[in-house]
């Protein structure tokens, strides 16, 4: 096993929804063969129209030539059974969010799939070594966490498991070169790099609802501070339901205060912008987002249910509090090695979640800061605000040595 070199010509993906798509079309456009499956059939062929026609669009555009658009259809291939994934050497998953579904997926794909194919999970989120234990080839098992739009996002998060082979991890990374990516490896925890940290900046965010903001005040000042957009324009164009309908499958998390805003926008139909209403409203075929006197009202009338006292929230503390969490949270997966550097870091937020390139990303603006100011200012938002503002043991190593978070490697400094 040690000195196999994996060598990836014939790629598979399963799952025809959105992020099947896009993947499918990375894999196409560097010129990769694609098997693709789907359990609906129906749904698979409504897949293979849209991918023509966006790759159609490309031409008319004139971004692409009409052959560069027929070479593209012809690397992909529709199947319909696993059998026919037999010899494919690599398979990347991407059904939805659910830790047995993957899993009876592996079982399935571990029996068919050739000795030496990579299996992996375009997981946001889910355990990559709960998914790889199903599995006789563990060591073949990772993570390619695809950002959407697949085939236009530059991000790649390539999830390591514990027992991921080192040569399989070079497959992968070469792939993600190959098709055009900027690959980051990422240890396996909840949520990886990115959505670890985004969970942290987003609870801070509608925190800030409750205690006396507004979503269009909130996106204003991170917008402001270079973001491509705030976290609730963002919700809205991911769709404010994803998460809603997760928790709801999860049978956890629903009775969470700072998600009861965004449960009654989604009771009321408000899922974003493709329902052209969410916590802004849309115009017919417009992307443009308007600020809601309804939502507004809402969350006034959440806010006062659950007790809260509200108080006017100035763009400073909006920019304090997201900050800080993103980069408290940054520290702590620095601290863990779940991230090989904060230059990883960094890159995870600047290619997958608009953050401001001219800030150089969390942790780079976070060195700007100074360990020491760092500190500080967490211990006094855990002074005002609760426990979960603990500075990350590695914050306080830096402001004691001196150092940056540029200094760390390896979890140290």
């Not at 205690?211 to 909130?218: F, K, N």
Request: glycine residues 10%.
């Amino acid at each position: 096993m040690s000195n196999t070199v994996f060598s990836i010509r014939q790629a598979a993906v399963i799952g025809a929804g959105t992020m099947g798509r896009g993947i499918v079309m990375s894999l196409a456009n560097a010129g990769i063969a694609v098997l693709w499956l789907d359990n609906n059939p129906q749904m698979l062929e409504q897949a293979l129209s849209a991918i023509a026609e966006t790759w159609a669009h490309g031409v008319r555009q004139g971004r692409i030539s009409e052959e560069q658009a027929a070479q593209r259809r012809a690397c992909v291939t529709a199947v319909g059974d696993y059998s026919a994934l037999k010899d494919a050497d690599l398979v990347i998953e991407a059904v939805y969010e659910n830790l047995e579904l993957k899993q009876q997926i592996f079982r399935t794909l571990d029996g068919i799939a050739k000795p030496s194919a990579i299996l992996a999970s375009n997981t946001s989120a889910l355990d990559i070594d709960a998914i790889a234990a199903v599995t006789a080839r563990p060591q073949q098992v990772l993570g390619l966490h695809f950002f959407s739009p697949a085939h236009i996002m530059k991000l790649l998060e390539i999830v390591r498991g514990a027992k991921t082979a080192p040569a399989v991890l070079e497959a992968a990374q070469e792939l993600g070169r190959r098709i055009g990516k900027v690959c980051v490896v990422a240890g396996n925890c909840d949520g990886f790099i990115g959505n670890r940290m985004l969970a942290t900046y987003v609870r801070e965010a509608r925190q800030m609802l409750l205690e006396g903001a507004y979503p269009h005040q909130v996106d204003a000042a991170l917008q402001g501070f270079g973001f491509a957009m705030g976290p609730f324009r963002m919700y809205d164009v991911v769709g404010i339901d994803l998460e809603w309908r997760a928790r709801e499958l999860a049978g956890k998390g629903q009775d969470e205060p700072t998600v009861q805003v965004d449960n009654r926008l989604c009771e009321l139909g408000r899922f974003g912008q493709k329902s052209r209403m969410g916590y802004y409203r849309y115009a017919e075929g417009s992307r443009q987002a308007e600020p809601d006197p309804e939502v507004d009202a809402l969350v006034l009338q959440v806010s006062e249910a659950l007790g809260f006292v509200r108080r006017s929230i100035g763009q400073e503390e909006i920019l304090e509090r997201c900050l800080l969490a993103l980069v408290n949270e940054g520290a702590k997966i620095l601290q863990e090695g779940i991230a090989q550097s904060s230059h990883d870091i960094d890159l995870v937020y600047l290619n997958g979640y608009g953050f401001p390139a001219e800030r150089g990303g969390p942790m780079s603006w976070a060195d700007t800061q100074g360990a020491a100011d760092l500190l500080a200012r967490l211990q006094q938002l855990q002074a005002q605000f609760g426990s979960h503002w603990q500075p990350a043991r590695l914050i306080e190593q830096l402001a004691a040595s001196g150092q940056s978070f540029s200094d760390v490697t390896g979890g140290r400094p």
